[in-house]
Structure formats: structure tokens, C-alpha cells
């Protein structure tokens, strides 16, 4: 067994190890025991991961593990990514969770899942048959879900987000059975080898790649299979949420890249171009959602949203632009994607993780009734404002590199791509584009208003710092955020040659790297550079020598504290500051036709007369439109039927007996009938 | 050494002379009023006296308030060095093309919206509020302008963009650039808070943007907001110029003397536009708050038109 | 007319054609409406000519002197007087908002490139490439026909289409011949009579030309 190999078992050792541990240790030593077993294994697991992407692989066959078919396990490139990317997240969430766990989250359940949530994520990527796939995948689904209802008795909203979550995801589940199952069948083996080798009539493929999309889709949270991630994500702890939305939601990504490029070598245009719609539709409803969202964490969950579109642009693009036989822009399309799946996760890993601080010093996850926090928290606050920065893709922050990336694949693309891609190609730059519009005003609202200004509530003013290992946690995710910005050299070339080598038709050996370059960035084939370490140091500069130009030709007289302008009405109270709600008002308006959201207003008149207000009672919601136009219906039907079906149970038990004697007698006549 | 010697000087003449522009604009808008108007010279008076005040800061702001008007400032002047206004030589090029150049101005905006939230007032939050609605819908505008500009030269370097249109000078009349020019006008006039979109001179909480949010600000804090928003629309003109109008512009091979063309060039550019811009706000009345998406839609589909059309009618 | 002269100047009447197109979008004011309808006629007249030049024809001169008359004189002319004799100056509420159509017009601008290009590639001269811009023209035109509510925007609307018809004529065939030109701008001329008639006579019996009203007809 190669390194690689002895990192990875070490990984899944610790985890499966840690499990039965956490359950027979004591209460106090719990978390303290499954955080370190979890960082441990996370850290393995991301070594695992960098050494198979720089070429180490390793693969393994367990056949006595599962019946029938055995384990098959294979860390190749595409899967290692991915594995990296989940260790890197579990060691900054299990590095928090020690000191998130004193808040009632050291049950027994709630302190040995986790590592199998984890061990789960491992698996995924490295499997290399489709009933380890399968079973990794389910294991993955049903650990995240008893994670969601870990806190099921403080909050009724648990429940309903655990259904939704557990019939979501076993609906994406089924999808992928029926495609990987169906493929298996007509390759005639289950093996990925065999599956690569296998040639599908075209009808066959289409079928296969519609199902797996449908069900990886639902897993990354794609527009309209999205409805419950913004539900589950936000009820779950938050270094659980960390984990689902930077590195579960991933495996959506990884099982469209493994069976649309790898397992089918890539498909006709359409599909392609049907994975940037769905990317397109995402990024700009999930970020339409955040941008109105008063929920900080619910406003996470739909940048995940908006985050996985973008990445999805990416991947069609790609796809779309290797049908069309043009390796070295796809290779750059991927390879920008890949770069904003791991750009992502760090980003996300951070904010939710500092979403959950600010959850657990202040009770609350609404933006209204936060604000104030810059003086109470000024870590969290600070680390908050990285993410944000990252998240917002403004420069010098981590996402801004990878959209740009993105950003170029798209325009060079033009001149090539034919009359599909002239079309296509301008609109998703103008989608890319609202999209981080709307994604700096989001941030802005949820740094400005939930961070800075003066305490909206008792709540926010009781504020206080939270414990070390919760901002080690944190400050490990913004590490990496700030590494990856003003460096993204460090993983870019690990990242472009698994692009190069994954867009079909690239041949053997894959052609030069899309993008390369130390400090300044530059593709290959395309004249285009940026450099983001030399802007943020150009930016430093600027603000230092401002600084000192300040210094040495303002007035060098104290700062004096001055009242705020109260148009000399006294101290102005909260209750006066912009709110969320107010804050995201003017877009609100703006994309009215999109949103539709629904506000009543109550006003009480006087006994005494009717032009006298007593009270007004305001309320406003903005419900999730696809949800109600595709999915309520649907429930509705399903409703409708279960109350019709109730007339069949009476109560009686001859009824039901009854019943299975017609059913009987009928299935018996029936075969009278037909041999 | 040219290009070295063209963008210091670049940044000089932007910090140095954007605050004259703004004077300039105010005396015209004066005259064709009928006033008698401050002098051209006005504005810099102004930035001394705010500068020698007493620095203050209001009750409950912390790092954020105070930091804001020094990244906003520090953007524009990163960005004075990148874009080619007296040269494409500038040895800052290859560091940030026209997608990091915009991205760098909203950094700037971004950092004041939050100031403007740090104060916890009413006023602070709602130009904040607003100033990122329109900045939300002014991006997509920008990035498709930039589209269309790019696929002419298959690049977004700023550099290669206006070098090419130094060598091909009839590529400015084609509709491809007519049309992005227009689109990145009125993005110009959006990001620069000038009418129809915010108006520089009110105080009326009803109309106020950019006002709104500095509101709480005084002394130099004040002056280096004022500044800073003077060199952006010098920044924004001249990057205008320089993409439709690339004449007199030191390209490869020019000597010092180039350079010196390349700064009168640009002063005599800048200072047209600041006039024509100044003559038109006299003629306009600013746009409700919620007309203003029409005009940013509108000035969208111009600039998806200008990508359509370079392929269109290539 | 050399071709370094002659694609630029095409270029530009084809990019106006289409600015003035999608601009009857954005304004409400009808009187501007009208204007820019005028303004997008002289443009037809001018990328008329302009193709006259290259090819040396004097008949198409001779035609696009007479259409940019007709256009940009004679029926912005006849619709003025319209507007003149009714109340409402304003598209007040179009069913479809104006940033709205505005997007929907980008979108339109790409769907007629996407189904141009045939057409396109059986002759690719710099003319037939300026088709997508006409029949741009055209779907904005119907859409107008579709969104608006006022009787002189639904005319606009209708002599969108018409413009851009004649436009792809021009710039596919190179010169319809002067008969059946000369019969389609009578028909229109007709049309536009028809109309304003009409709209004389609804606003007799309506008070207004918001076609919505006819419904009224049917009850």
C-alpha cells in the first residue's frame, strides 16, 4: 500500500474508530475525543487527497466487505479532489465542533455521527464501482440526516426540514439507482472500468446521464430540485451545516463530472448546455432568495445555491465546448469550475461556521434582530468579513479568481462555439454577472447589518466572543480562504491538469494545462492575465501610504467621538437603524414580477373613530415561488389521494382482511385468465 | 522605463487634477444657470479646509467606518495605475485587466456602503441600501460592455483593447463599439452618482444615494471621500475616452514625449467629457428611484446588443 | 463604393435600424415614439441607398429616397396629427414593464440570430449578415404589437414589422422590384389611414384608445 493509500484507510480508520468511541467515552470527554479522532482523519483524508492529485493513485478491492459485489475502491485524480476538498472542510468543522458541542450537542448521537458522516464523504469519491457508490451515497444521506435532527426538540422547524430533506434525497437516491443500475446492466458489470469500457446506444446514454443528473443535481441543490437545502442547512448544527453545504453538496458536482465526463466520455451538446441552464437558473434564483433572506443561515443555504449554479455553468460549458472539440477552452471551463468548487468550500465552511458563533452568542439567526456585533465579537466579525469578502467575489477575495476564470472561458468561447454558443455564451456572462452583483449586495447586508451599527435586540446585546476552538476552527477556514486568494497557484495546477485530462477527447496525454503561472495568472492559448497577489499588495500600498498621506498633511488634533446627526431629536434608539428586511427592500421591489412576495396589513382603527389608528399590524413573507408552483401542487395531489384512501380504511379488520382476499381471489383469476 | 515613468504620472495627473474636474463641472453647470460659480479651483479649497478640521468619529462606529474612506481611495488609485489613460504601458497591466478594474471599483463602493451601515443611522443604511441595488444591476451592463469590447481583440487587457484601437482607429465607429459606449456611459453615470441616477448636490433623504451614506462623515475622513469620488469619475472618464477615443495615447516603441502628449491628450479628453456631462445634467431632471432599473435594463440591452452585433455583423 | 467604406456604413444604418427599434420600447412619451419610429424610417432609407451605392444601382436609390419619404415623412406625419387630436400622450401602463421588454428584446435579439443563420449562410455577404438585425426588428415590432395598449403604439407596433420586412427584402434580394415596393407602401399607407380613422372613431366612443377596451365590443 502506496502513501496514499495509508493516508486514506487512515482517514476511514479514524472515523469508523471514532464512531463506537464517542458512544462508550463519558459526556465531558466526548467531543473533546470525536473532535480530535475527525481532525485527525480529516487531515489524513486531505493528504490522502493531495498526494493521489499529484499523481499518486491508489485503488483497492475489499471483497468480503459488501456481499455480492465486494468494495471496490479507486482514488484517482477526479476522486481525490474531492476527497482533499471534504477532509480540508471536516478538519475545520471538527476543530470547532469540540467547543460547539458544550451547547447541548454532546449526546452520544450528535457526537458519533459526525465521523461517519465524514468517513461517508471519503468514501464517495473513491469508490469505483456503483454498488460502493451506492452504498457510500445512502450512508451519506441517511448520517447527514440524523445530524439534521440533532436538534429536533428545541425547534418545531427541524421536523419539517428533516422530511423535506429525507424525501428529497432519497427521490435524488432513486434517480441515480435507476441510471447507475440501468447502466450496469447494458455495460454488463458494475466496475467504473467496465462501465468506461461499455459502448450505449444513444438513446441508452441520454436515459443514463438524465437520471444521474436528476439525482446528483438534487443533491448539489440545483434550481428546481433545491427546495430543501435552504431548509436543511439552516436547521442543522452548525458545523454540520459547514459540513453539508462545503463538501456534501460537492458530491453532486463530483457524480456529474464522474458520469456525464468520465463514465460517458462526455454526450452531445444538449446535455451540456441543459447543466449550464439548470447552473444559470441556480446561480441567479439562489442568489435572488439570499439577497432578500433575513435568515443568516437561510441566506447561506441559497448562496450554496447560487454557488453550485456557477459551478454548474462551468461544467456545461465545458462539456458543452468539448462537444464542439474545443479541449483547451473546456479544459478551462472545468478547470475554473473545480477551482470555484474548493474556492466555495472554504468560503462557505467559514461563514457558516461563524453564523453559528453569532447563533450561539446571540440566540438568533435573524438578520433584524442582530447588529452590534464588531465590538462584542470582533474575531467572529473579522472572519466573517473574510468570508464575505470571498463569498461577495470582489477582489482580494477567493471567489473573485475563480469567476474570473470562469468569466474568460465564457468570452473566448465566442468566436468558436457556432450559433448555440453565440447565444448561450453572452447570456451566461450576464447571468454570471447579476449574479455577483446581487451577491455583493447580500454579503454587504448580512456583514453590514448583522455585524455592524449598534445591537437591534437584548439578544445581540448580550453578545460575547466565542470560545478558542471555535475561532481556531474558523480562523483555519479563513486561512485557507486567504491562501487561496492571494495564491491560488498553490492548487491551480493540481486543478488544471485534472481538467485537461477529464474534457473528452483531450487524448493521451492530455494537452498543456489551461491555466498556469506563479504569482500572475495567465491561460494558455488566450491572452489574458491577472495577478491576484500583486493587486491585493498594489491595494495595501494604497491604503498604507493614504495612511501616512493622512497623517502628515490632515490636522493632527485628537479624534473626538461626536454624536451621531439625530436631526437633533435625542439619541436615536435601534428600532430607527435599516434592517435586513429594509436593506434588501429597494431589490426586492426591483424584481417584484420574480419574487411575488406576499405582505398583509392589519390596522386597527380607534373606538372612537375610524381615521384613528390604534395599532398596524405589517407582515410580509416572501415564499419560494418554484416551490409553490411546482411542488405544492404536487403535495396537494398527494394529500388529496392519501384523504380519498382513507375511506378504504375504515377501521373494520374483516374490511382489510377482505381486502386481501378479493386481491387474492383477483390475482388468481388472472392467471386462470392469461396461461 | 516609459511605461514605469507614464503610469506614476498617470496617478499624479488623476490625484492632482480630478479634484480641478469636479470644479470645473460645478463652474459650468453654474454658468449655464445663470450663476456666477466658485472658480474651477474651488473644490481643492474645500479639501484643505476639510482636511485641517478635527477628525471625529460619531458614537458607536469602530474600524469599519473608519477604514472605508481610505479603500475607497485606495481602489480608485490602484485602478488609476491599471487602466491605460496616458499609456498602454503601464508595467501595472498584466496585474488586473477591465473584469478585476471593475470589480475593484465596486470594493471601493462596497467598503463606503458598509460605512454608511456601520453608523447604525437611518440615512447610512438606506444610501447603503440603494447604493448596492444599483451597483447589483449596473454589473451585468459592465461585464457584457467589457464582453463586447474583448471579442474584437480576444482579450480583456486593457492595454490590448486600446492598442488595437490605436491601430484601427475605424473599428470606433463600428455599431459594436457605438453601442457599448452608450451602455458604458450610462454605467459611468450610474457608478459616479451623477443625474439622472443620484443627484452629487442633494441632501433630500428622498433622492439621496451616495450622500446619504457619507453622511455621518466630517473632516479629513470627509476630504478623502470627496477625493476619492472626484477621482473616480475622472478615473471612469478617462477610461471611456481611452476604450472610444484612444488618441493620443503612448503605445509601444514612445518615448517621453509621447508621454507628455499622452497627459494633454487625456486632460483635454477628460475635461470635454466632464463638460458634456455637466451641460447635460443642467438639461436633466433625476429618475425616480424605481425608474432607475428601466434605464440600467436599457442600458443592458445595449450592451447585449453590442455583443450580438460583433458577431451579427462581423 | 469601395468595401472598406461600404460594410462600415451598412454596419452603422443596420445599428441604427435596430437601436431605434428596441428603443420604441423603452420610451412611454408617444410623441418620442413616433420620433423615433421617423428616425428608424431615415435609417431604412439610408441603409437603402447605402446598398444603391455599392451596387450602382439608381433604382434602389430612387427606392430608398422613397421609402425614407414615406417613413420618415409622410406616415410619422399622419400619426402626429393623430396624436394630436387625442388627450393621452403617454403609454401608461404597458402589460408587459419596460425593463422588462427590455430584457425580452435582448432575448429576441439572440433568438433571431439563432434563426437567421441559415439564412445567412447560403449567401454570406456583409448584407444577408445584417438580416438578424431585421428580423430583431421584426419580433420587437410584434411584441410591441402584443404589449401595448395604446391604439398609435399598436400602428408603431404593426410598422415595426413592416419596416423590418422591407428591410430583409432589401438586404436579402438586393431590390424587390419597384412595383411590388411601390404596392406594399401604398398598403401601408392605406393600413395607417385605416387606423387613424379607427382611433378617431374610438376615442369618439370610448373616450380613449386603450384597446383593452374593445373588448367591450363583444359583451
Given amino acids: 500500500m502506496n502513501l496514499t493509500g495509508t493516508l486514506f484507510v487512515a482517514a476511514l480508520g479514524l472515523c469508523l474508530a471514532a464512531a463506537p468511541a464517542a458512544v462508550l467515552t463519558p459526556r465531558r470527554a466526548r467531543p473533546l475525543l470525536a473532535g480530535a479522532a475527525t481532525t485527525a482523519a480529516g487531515l489524513a483524508g486531505a493528504a490522502a487527497g493531495v498526494t493521489a492529485l499529484s499523481g499518486q493513485g491508489w485503488s483497492a478491492r475489499l471483497d468480503g466487505v459488501l456481499p455480492l459485489a465486494g468494495v471496490r475502491l479507486d482514488l484517482d485524480p477526479l476522486g481525490a479532489m474531492f476527497v482533499a476538498v471534504t477532509g480540508a472542510v471536516a478538519v475545520c468543522a471538527a476543530v470547532y465542533g469540540v467547543a460547539y ?246 468560503f462557505k465552511t467559514l461563514l457558516f461556521l461563524a453564523a453559528g458563533s453569532v447563533l450561539h452568542a446571540t440566540g438568533t439567526r435573524d438578520l433584524d434582530a442582530l447588529g452590534g456585533l464588531r465590538a462584542r465579537m470582533p474575531c467572529t466579525t473579522a472572519l466573517f468579513a473574510v468570508g464575505a469578502l470571498a463569498a461577495s467575489a470582489l477582489p482580494p477575495g477567493n471567489g473573485f479568481v475563480s469567476e474570473w476564470l470562469l468569466l474568460q472561458s465564457l468570452i473566448h468561447a465566442l468566436p468558436t462555439s457556432g450559433v448555440a454558443g453565440a447565444v448561450t455564451m453572452p447570456l451566461a456572462v450576464g447571468v454570471i454577472a447579476l449574479s455577483a452583483g446581487l451577491a455583493i449586495a447580500t454579503f454587504v447586508k448580512a456583514f453590514g447589518v448583522g455585524f455592524l451599527a449598534r445591537p437591534r435586540t437584548p439578544g445581540a446585546e448580550r453578545a460575547s466572543e466565542s470560545p478558542p476552538a471555535m475561532i481556531g476552527g474558523m480562523a483555519l477556514a479563513a486561512a485557507s480562504c486567504v491562501i487561496l486568494a492571494l495564491a491560488p497557484a498553490t492548487v491551480l495546477p493540481g486543478l488544471s491538469r485534472l481538467a485537461a485530462s477529464l474534457v473528452p477527447g483531450s487524448g493521451h496525454p492530455p494537452g498543456p494545462v ?162 | 522605463m516609459t511605461g514605469l515613468i507614464g503610469a506614476v504620472s498617470q496617478v499624479v495627473l488623476v490625484a492632482v487634477g480630478s479634484p480641478l474636474l469636479a470644479g470645473l463641472m460645478r463652474q459650468v453647470r453654474a454658468r449655464l444657470e ?281 | 463604393m469601395t468595401d472598406s467604406v461600404y460594410v462600415p456604413l451598412l454596419d452603422l444604418a443596420c445599428g441604427a435600424f435596430l437601436l431605434t427599434g428596441v428603443l420604441v420600447l423603452w420610451r412611454r412619451d408617444l410623441a418620442a415614439i413616433v420620433r423615433l419610429f421617423a428616425v428608424q424610417g431615415a435609417d431604412l432609407g439610408a441603409l437603402v441607398i447605402v446598398l444603391g451605392l455599392h451596387k450602382g444601382s439608381a433604382e434602389l436609390m430612387i427606392a430608398g429616397v422613397a421609402v425614407g419619404g414615406l417613413r420618415a415623412g409622410l406616415l410619422p406625419c399622419l400619426m402626429r396629427r393623430a396624436l394630436m387630436a387625442g388627450g393621452e400622450g403617454r403609454e401608461t401602463k404597458p402589460l408587459v414593464n419596460v425593463a422588462g421588454s427590455l430584457l425580452v428584446a435582448a432575448v429576441l435579439a439572440m433568438v433571431a440570430y439563432a434563426v437567421s443563420q441559415p439564412l445567412v449562410r447560403l449567401t454570406p455577404t456583409p448584407a444577408t449578415q445584417a438580416v438578424p438585425v431585421a428580423l430583431t426588428v421584426l419580433l420587437v415590432g410584434f411584441f410591441v404589437l402584443v404589449t401595448r395598449r395604446r391604439a398609435l403604439s399598436q400602428v408603431v407596433g404593426f410598422l415595426l414589422m413592416d419596416n423590418a420586412i422591407t428591410a430583409t427584402a432589401f438586404l436579402t434580394t438586393s431590390g424587390v422590384p419597384m412595383v411590388v415596393e411601390l404596392g406594399v407602401s401604398l398598403d401601408i399607407l392605406l393600413a395607417v389611414l385605416v387606423l387613424q380613422v379607427l382611433t378617431t372613431r374610438m376615442r369618439a366612443a370610448f373616450g380613449g384608445t386603450d384597446l383593452d377596451e374593445l373588448r367591450e365590443l363583444r359583451d
Avoid at chain 1, 436593506?583 to 398583509?600: G, I, M, N, T, Y
Avoid at chain 1, 411542488?631 to 384523504?643: H, K
Avoid at chain 2, 474584437?152 to 463600428?174: F, K, M, Q, Y
Avoid at chain 2, 477628460?270 to 424605481?290: C, D, T
Fill in chain 2, 34 to 314: 445663470g450663476r456666477a460659480g466658485a472658480g474651477v479651483a474651488q473644490p481643492w479649497r474645500d479639501l484643505r479646509k476639510l482636511a485641517r478640521k478635527e477628525p471625529i468619529t460619531p458614537h458607536g462606529t469602530g474600524w469599519v467606518f473608519r477604514l472605508a474612506p481610505l479603500v475607497l481611495a485606495g481602489t480608485v488609485l490602484v485602478v488609476a495605475a491599471v487602466v491605460p489613460l496616458v499609456t498602454t504601458l503601464s508595467p501595472m497591466d498584466g496585474v488586473a485587466d477591465l473584469f478585476a478594474v471593475t470589480a475593484l471599483l465596486a470594493l471601493g463602493s462596497v467598503a463606503l456602503a458598509l460605512g454608511g451601515l456601520d453608523t447604525g443611522t437611518a440615512f447610512g443604511g438606506m444610501g447603503a441600501s440603494r447604493e448596492v441595488t444599483v451597483m447589483a444591476l449596473v454589473e451585468p451592463t459592465i461585464l457584457l460592455s467589457v464582453f463586447a469590447l474583448s471579442v474584437r481583440v480576444g482579450s480583456t487587457n486593457l492595454g490590448a483593447i486600446v492598442t488595437s484601437a490605436v491601430h484601427d482607429p475605424l473599428e470606433v465607429i463600428s455599431p459594436v463599439s457605438l453601442l457599448a459606449a452608450v451602455a458604458l456611459a450610462v454605467v459611468t453615470i450610474a457608478e459616479t452618482g451623477r443625474i439622472p441616477v443620484d443627484n452629487p448636490s442633494t441632501h433630500l433623504e428622498l433622492t439621496m444615494i451616495h450622500e446619504a451614506m457619507i453622511l455621518e462623515y466630517s473632516g479629513p475622513d470627509l476630504a478623502l471621500i470627496e477625493w476619492a469620488s472626484a477621482m473616480r469619475l475622472s478615473v471612469l472618464l478617462g477610461l471611456l475616452a481611452s476604450l472610444f477615443a484612444p488618441w493620443g495615447i503612448a503605445t509601444a516603441g514612445a518615448g517621453l514625449a509621447a508621454v507628455v502628449l499622452g497627459m494633454a491628450a487625456l486632460v483635454i479628453k477628460v475635461a470635454a467629457l466632464g463638460v458634456l456631462l455637466a451641460a447635460g445634467e443642467v438639461f436633466m431632471a433625476k429618475l425616480r428611484l424605481f425608474r432607475i432599473p428601466e434605464l440600467l435594463a436599457g442600458s443592458f440591452m445595449l450592451a447585449l446588443l453590442a455583443v450580438a452585433a460583433s458577431f451579427f455583423l462581423a
Fill in chain 1, 514 to 675: 489551461p491555466v498556469s503561472g506563479e504569482v500572475t495568472l495567465r491561460l494558455t492559448g488566450y491572452e489574458g492575465t491577472i495577478s491576484p497577489l500583486l493587486i491585493a499588495v498594489a491595494l495595501a500600498i494604497a491604503v498604507i501610504g493614504l495612511l501616512g498621506a493622512v497623517r502628515l498633511f490632515a490636522s493632527r488634533r485628537a479624534r473626538r467621538a461626536a454624536r451621531l446627526w439625530d436631526c437633533g431629536a435625542g439619541p436615536m434608539s435601534p428600532r430607527m437603524e435599516y434592517t435586513a428586511t429594509s436593506f434588501a427592500e429597494p431589490l426586492q421591489r426591483v424584481f417584484d414580477d420574480v419574487l411575488e412576495p406576499e405582505s398583509d396589513l392589519d390596522v386597527t382603527p380607534t373606538k372612537e373613530s375610524a381615521y384613528l389608528v390604534e395599532s398596524v399590524r405589517f407582515r410580509a413573507r416572501i415564499p419560494d415561488r418554484i416551490e409553490r408552483r411546482l411542488y405544492d401542487p404536487v403535495l396537494a395531489a398527494a394529500g388529496a389521494l392519501g384523504r380519498a384512501a382513507t375511506g378504504l380504511a375504515n377501521g373494520s379488520v374483516h374490511r382489510y382482511l377482505a381486502y386481501g382476499f378479493y386481491a387474492l381471489t383477483a390475482v388468481l383469476v388472472a392467471l386462470a385468465v392469461i396461461w
Fill in chain 1, 101 to 346: 458541542a458544550r451547547h447541548g450537542l454532546d449526546g452520544r448521537v450528535a457526537q458519533a455521527t459526525p465521523p461517519l458522516f465524514v468517513a461517508s464523504m471519503l468514501l464517495v469519491p473513491a469508490a469505483a464501482s456503483v454498488s460502493t457508490l451506492l452504498v457510500a451515497w445512502e450512508l451519506m444521506a441517511l448520517t447527514s440526516l440524523l445530524l439534521v435532527l440533532a436538534e429536533h426538540r428545541r425547534r418545531a422547524a427541524v421536523g419539517e426540514a428533516a422530511l423535506w430533506y429525507a424525501v428529497m434525497t432519497h427521490l435524488g437516491f432513486a434517480a441515480i439507482l435507476a441510471g447507475l443500475a440501468g447502466f450496469a446492466a447494458l455495460a454488463g458489470g458494475e466496475t467504473f472500468e467496465q462501465l468506461r469500457a461499455a459502448g450505449l446506444p444513444p438513446g441508452a446514454r441520454d436515459a443514463v446521464f438524465l437520471a444521474t443528473l436528476a439525482g446528483f443535481a438534487s443533491k448539489a441543490g440545483i434550481v428546481p430540485l433545491h427546495v430543501w437545502l435552504a431548509r436543511a442547512h439552516p436547521e442543522a448544527p452548525s458545523q454540520v451545516s459547514a459540513l453539508m453545504s462545503a463538501a456534501m453538496v460537492n458530491m453532486g458536482v463530483y457524480g456529474i463530472l464522474r458520469v456525464g465526463l468520465d463514465l460517458l466520455h462526455g454526450g452531445p451538446a444538449w446535455w451540456w448546455l441543459l447543466v449550464l441552464g439548470a447552473g444559470a437558473l441556480s446561480a441567479l434564483f439562489g442568489i435572488l432568495q439570499a439577497a432578500v433572506a433575513s435568515d443568516l443561515k437561510r441566506l447561506l443555504g441559497h448562496s450554496t445555491t447560487e454557488n453550485m449554479g456557477l459551478v454548474l455553468i462551468g461544467v456545461g460549458a465545458a462539456g458543452f465546448l468539448a462537444s464542439g472539440g474545443d479541449s483547451m477552452l473546456a479544459a478551462l471551463a472545468l478547470a475554473a469550475a473545480l477551482l470555484h468548487v474548493v474556492n466555495h468550500s472554504a
